[in-house]
C-alpha cells in the first residue's frame, strides 16, 4: 500500500495505521518541509489480509489547506520475507533495481550497524567450506538521502548476526566480506535494507560467491620480494586466524 499525498499550500505528512488509536504507525512520510510538496508512505503487509486506516495531515498545528491523496496496491516483493528468499546460486547474482520499499521483515540490529531498524529484501546463499560471500548494495537514487546496510544471518529469527557491512568509501554504498572457514556448508540470509526508518529507495546489490585469495591460509602464503606492493588485500577474506 503507498498512499500519496499532495498537499496545497502546507506540508503534507501521510501516516498508516493499524487501526484508530493507535499508539505507533505502521509507516509514516519522510518530513516535506517544502509548502505544497508530494509526501507518501509505503507499508507492506504480512501473509494475512489487513484493514488499515490512512491518516492524512499537515506539519504544524497551524498550517491548513486542502490536498489531493491518492493510493496504489501492489503485489510484494518476492524476497520481501525472510522465510521466502531469493536463491542466489551457487555464484550469485547482481540486482541492479532493488526496490528496498518492498521489504516486510525487519533483521536484528548488529556490531558496528545503525541503531535503527528498517524492513529489508532476503537472499538465500549456501556456501560451501572455503568460499568467501562478497556482499555490497549501493543507493541508486539522488534523493532521498540513506545509506544502505547489509546483514548476514544464521536463520530467521537469528538474534545475532553472522557480519554485517562496513561504510563503504561514501554513504550511499555498504559491503561485507565473510567466509566460511569450517568444514560443512552454511546456509545463510543476507538481509539489506537501510540505515534510516523512514528514507529508503532503490539500490543495486551484488552477491558473489568465489574461492578465496590465493594466499587466504598461511601454508598458502605469498612469498614478497623486496619493494614489492600488494594491492586490494581483504583481511576478510584470509582463512583460519593466526595464533597468538
Known amino acids: 500500500l503507498t498512499p500519496r499525498m499532495i498537499p496545497t499550500g502546507a506540508s503534507g ?75 542466489v546460486g551457487a555464484t550469485g547474482g547482481v540486482y541492479p533495481t532493488e526496490d528496498l520499499r518492498n521489504g516486510r521483515d525487519i533483521p536484528p540490529l548488529c556490531a558496528g550497524t545503525p541503531s535503527v531498524m528498517s524492513p529489508a529484501l532476503w537472499d538465500g546463499v549456501t556456501l560451501p567450506p572455503g568460499r568467501v560471500l562478497v556482499a555490497s548494495a549501493r543507493r ?45 556448508p552454511e546456509s545463510l540470509r543476507v538481509a539489506v535494507n537501510s540505515s534510516s526508518t523512514t528514507l529508503t529507495g532503490a539500490a543495486r546489490v551484488e552477491l558473489v560467491v568465489r574461492p578465496p585469495h590465493p594466499n587466504g591460509t598461511c601454508a598458502a602464503a605469498t612469498a614478497v620480494t623486496v619493494g614489492q606492493l600488494l594491492r586490494l588485500q581483504h583481511l576478510r577474506e584470509g582463512g583460519f586466524a593466526t595464533p597468538a
Do not use: H, I, K
Not at 498508516?16 to 504507525?25: D, I, K, L, N, S
Not at 505502521?26 to 489487513?50: C, D, H
Open 140 to 184: 541508486t537514487e539522488s534523493t532521498p538521502v540513506w545509506t544502505p546496510t547489509l546483514r548476514l544471518l544464521s536463520a530467521c529469527g537469528a538474534t545475532t548476526c553472522v557480519s554485517s557491512s562496513t561504510a563503504g568509501a561514501t554513504p550511499d554504498q555498504a559491503a561485507l566480506v565473510y567466509t566460511n572457514t569450517g568444514s560443512a
Open 13 to 87: 505528512t501521510v501516516r498508516v495505521y493499524a487501526m484508530c488509536g493507535a499508539p505507533t504507525c505502521l509507516a509514516a512520510s519522510a518530513r516535506n518541509t517544502t509548502s505544497g510538496g508530494a509526501v507518501s508512505a509505503r507499508y507492506v503487509n504480512g501473509p494475512m489480509a489487513q484493514t488499515v486506516v490512512v491518516a492524512a495531515g499537515v506539519d504544524g498545528a497551524t498550517n491548513t489547506g486542502t490536498f489531493d491523496l491518492g493510493a496504489t496496491l501492489a503485489p510484494a516483493a518476492s524476497n520481501a520475507a525472510c522465510a521466502g528468499p531469493r536463491d
